[in-house]
């Protein structure tokens, strides 16, 4: 993430993962770097869901999330 330069107020990005394991992983080794990060699985609410995108979709940086790691399982 900090290789590639990114537009506007804060970066905004989707990683793909192979589990919800990998998933958690992800997001926590995000946010130890002080990345907010969240991570999204099958078992998750459509709320939830659509919360999440929202505050990535959000260019306010007090939202936070800047990655939402997702697997499909």
Known sequence: MNFYSFFGIKRKVIGFCV?????????????????????????????????????LEDENLNKGVQTIFRCSS
């Open 19 to 55: 589990s919800k394991e990998h998933a958690s992983f992800m997001s926590k080794r995000f946010n130890e770097k002080a990345i907010c990060s969240t991570y999204l699985t099958s078992d998750d609410s459509v709320l939830k869901r659509e919360e999440s995108i929202e505050n």
